[in-house]
């Protein structure tokens, strides 16, 4: 051999060793484990989005403050504002104070003389027998004509209406 003669030599890969195989065992308990990991996963979705729902409207509830002061503050000026304000005041005043009532005078009623009334003779009420029912025998119903049947193409009987 010489030294200019090359050996090419196979490359060796790593042999991989497969998975055991799972006992029955582990098969259930890793179904439970994945099923309580699916209920809890749910759980926190619906509490995320319930308080993202909770805070979407406190901001809209907050927006809709601001626009009512607002629209509060443009319509009225600070003078009438004041003059709200004052006649808030002495209703709430009027309100809280308990005074006695005007006592009340009574007029009296002018009585007026009526004669008594008569009683009514109400005639004895009738009463009605029914009347007696009148069986009537039914109406004959004409049955109509049978409607004559042919034999068609292919053996098939089908009604003759041509």
């Given at each position: 051999?010489?030294?200019?003669q090359?050996?090419?030599?196979?490359?060796?890969?790593?042999?991989?060793?497969?998975?055991k195989?799972?006992?029955?065992?582990?098969?259930?308990a890793?179904?439970?484990?994945?099923?309580?990991?699916?209920?809890k996963?749910?759980?926190?979705r619906?509490?995320?989005?319930?308080?993202?729902?909770l805070e979407?409207?406190?901001?809209?509830?907050e927006?809709?403050?601001k626009?009512k002061?607002?629209?509060k503050?443009?319509?009225?000026?600070?003078?009438?504002?004041?003059?709200?304000?004052?006649?808030?005041?002495?209703?709430?005043k009027?309100?809280?104070?308990?005074?006695?009532?005007a006592?009340?005078?009574?007029?009296p009623?002018?009585?007026i003389?009526?004669?008594?009334?008569?009683?009514?003779?109400?005639?004895?009420?009738?009463?009605e027998?029914?009347a007696?029912?009148?069986?009537?025998?039914?109406?004959?119903?004409?049955?109509?004509?049978?409607?004559?049947?042919k034999?068609?193409?292919?053996?098939?009987?089908?009604?003759?209406?041509?």
């Amino acid at each position: 051999m010489s030294d200019n003669q090359i050996f090419e030599s196979e490359e060796v890969k790593p042999i991989k060793k497969g998975r055991k195989a799972m006992t029955e065992e582990r098969k259930q308990a890793v179904k439970l484990q994945l099923a309580k990991g699916r209920e809890k996963a749910l759980e926190n979705r619906r509490k995320k989005a319930l308080l993202k729902k909770l805070e979407k409207e406190e901001q809209h509830n907050e927006l809709e403050e601001k626009l009512k002061e607002k629209i509060k503050n443009k319509k009225t000026s600070n003078d009438l504002q004041d003059e709200i304000n004052e006649l808030k005041q002495l209703l709430l005043k009027a309100t809280t104070s308990k005074e006695p009532p005007a006592p009340k005078i009574e007029q009296p009623a002018p009585k007026i003389e009526q004669p008594a009334p008569k009683p009514i003779k109400s005639p004895a009420p009738k009463v009605e027998q029914p009347a007696p029912k009148i069986e009537q025998p039914a109406p004959k119903i004409e049955q109509p004509a049978p409607i004559p049947r042919k034999l068609v193409f292919g053996g098939t009987y089908k009604p003759a209406l041509w």
